[in-house]
């Protein structure tokens, strides 16, 4: 069976630590007979170097593992934005997203069920007449399977949908 050894030990720092051992005897690293100085023997001396060895070890992993995770990507010291980035930012996103559409079970008439950006909540948006220009299937097809509809159509929608959506925040 294999004995662990420390992660710090490798064989190039093993070597190191033999070649210390023999030239000083086990005592002084400095070659020194009967030396009074503690912070010279060898013992108090290798101490020391695994420290440093560790601390180097700790150093190389933390680089490492920051440049296996980084993005590349500049530290942001005040977010991710500016003042003006944030409000360019915003403009330009979306105020609703179009989840669907669907059939209502009442009236039979197709709706439009829609999230508002930024919230929980859900428009579903009747759509009245304005699918009446595309074939039963074509309906059929963008109801189940989220097929797309003919340019025209798909404006009609998009435009009583921006309209119900701006009534809903204008109220």
């Keep these: 069976m294999r004995k662990h050894l420390p992660k710090w030990v490798t064989p190039s720092r093993q070597a190191y630590l033999v070649k210390l051992f023999l030239d000083s005897g086990g005592f002084c690293i400095y070659g020194h007979k009967n030396c009074p100085i503690p912070e010279h023997h060898y013992q108090l001396v290798i101490e020391h170097i695994i420290d440093d060895w560790k601390e180097d070890d700790r150093y190389e992993w933390l680089a490492e593992r920051k440049a296996i995770h980084s993005l590349g990507e500049p530290p942001?010291?005040?977010?991710?934005?500016?003042?003006?980035?944030?409000?360019?930012?915003?403009?330009?996103?979306?105020?609703?997203?179009l989840e669907g559409l669907g059939i209502d079970g009442l009236k039979l008439q197709p709706f439009a069920k829609v999230r508002l950006a930024n919230s929980y909540m859900r428009l579903y948006v009747s759509l009245?007449?304005?699918?009446?220009?595309?074939?039963?299937?074509?309906?059929?097809?963008?109801?189940?399977?989220?097929?797309?509809?003919?340019?025209?159509?798909?404006?009609?929608?998009?435009?009583?949908?921006?309209?119900?959506?701006?009534?809903?925040?204008?109220?």
């Design 76 to 97: 942001y010291k005040e977010g991710r934005f500016g003042s003006i980035s944030s409000v360019i930012f915003h403009d330009k996103q979306p105020l609703y997203y």
């Design 128 to 171: 009245g007449d304005s699918l009446r220009g595309v074939s039963k299937n074509k309906r059929r097809k963008a109801i189940r399977y989220s097929k797309a509809l003919p340019r025209e159509v798909e404006a009609r929608v998009s435009q009583q949908v921006w309209l119900a959506v701006r009534d809903y925040l204008n109220h």
